[in-house]
């Protein structure tokens, strides 16, 4: 199954657990935040100990990684807090270690968590997707606009990583205090936030504190929001953000899915007939006219294959418990 919903849910509530999986070494430890438990592909709070060492490796998986408190050492390159890094699958990441002990925020996005030794790139690895900044220092707050319709003014966002493929985005966003937005709201696509300061207030979950956190899939009604006095927050959505926005609570996931493919039916006939047929039981190719069709309303350009795989394998399973009604089954 996907990752179910999670929410409330605040990693300040349960103990750090002692990472034992092959390749990460002792002095490693995590909460874990959500995971899917058909392909392992999670969110977790990682502490490392003060003198923590990792060797050179990449993951099947692709990695995001955020500086929450403390230094990390990445190769020859010490970073502090707020230092942000996307590893593709099949990247060999730097030697890793913390002298004193630091903080971070990992999801791994398409498998389990994994390392295998080497100082070398996969040969599938999309390397030109691989970067890192200061997500604090080195990119300024923007308008929360980046869809529209767009939220309402006092959200600020850094966009952080956009994946070409599945128009995911990875983002710092903050509410300005006395944030308020009246509405609700609802997504195509899964998202996911940290609270890395400061708490918001949702109306269906209530406060989201620092070190709160949330995995909501589609079509899950969220909102009115406010924050008194601010926040600052990692977010993540697994596709394309389009904000649906209406003011009723009580509408069901089926009858926002429904509304959705109403509004996609209105404004791209073409797309909405390929969506409800049945004749698309076959993998997406280069030749296949979703990539190639001009939109209704003009010309349409799609990102461009790549001839990379996908880096997701099997994992084991054993006992996880969030405490707040989610129980998972993983082997850490």
């Not at 942000?84 to 389990?112: D, I, R, W």
């Not at 599938?124 to 309402?152: E, M, Q, V």
């Not at 509004?263 to 296949?288: F, K």
Request: net charge negative; charged share 20%; glycine share 10%.
């Amino acid at each position: 199954m996907a990752r179910p919903h999670i929410e409330p849910f605040c990693d300040r509530d349960v103990p750090f657990k002692k990472m034992t999986m092959k390749g990460f070494g002792s002095g490693m430890h995590y909460k874990m935040l959500s995971l899917d438990t058909d392909t392992g592909a999670c969110s977790m709070t990682v502490q490392l100990d003060g003198g923590y060492r990792q060797p050179p490796g990449f993951s099947w998986s692709e990695l995001e990684l955020l500086v929450v408190e403390g230094e990390l050492q990445l190769g020859n390159k010490t970073v502090g807090k707020g230092h942000y890094v996307f590893f593709p699958a099949g990247y060999a990441q730097p030697a890793l270690a913390s002298a004193k002990g630091c903080q971070l925020l990992m999801m791994y996005n398409t498998g389990e968590p994994s390392l295998v030794e080497s100082d070398t790139h996969h040969p599938l690895c999309r390397t030109d997707r691989f970067h890192r900044t200061d997500s604090y220092n080195d990119i300024p707050w923007a308008l929360g606009s980046i869809t529209k319709p767009s939220t309402a003014t006092g959200c600020m966002i850094k966009l952080l990583n956009f994946n070409d493929r599945t128009h995911a985005l990875t983002f710092l966003y903050c509410m300005t205090p006395h944030y308020w937005q009246d509405n609700i709201s609802y997504h195509d696509c899964a998202e996911e936030s940290y609270h890395l300061w400061g708490d918001s207030w949702i109306m269906q979950f209530g406060t989201v504190p620092t070190g709160g956190y949330f995995w909501r899939p589609a079509y899950i009604n969220h909102g009115a929001f406010a924050s008194e006095q601010g926040c600052i927050a990692l977010g993540r959505v697994d596709s394309k953000l389009f904000n649906h926005f209406h003011y009723n609570p009580w509408s069901t996931v089926d009858e926002n899915q429904t509304r959705a493919a109403a509004r996609i039916a209105e404004r791209d006939p073409n797309l909405y007939q390929w969506m409800v047929s049945h004749a698309h039981n076959h993998p997406h190719g280069p030749e296949d006219f979703e990539r190639t069709m001009a939109r209704v309303g003009g010309a349409h350009e799609a990102a461009q294959p790549h001839p990379s795989q996908d880096f997701r394998h099997s994992h084991g399973g054993s006992d996880h418990e969030h405490g707040h009604g989610h129980t998972h089954d993983h082997q850490h």
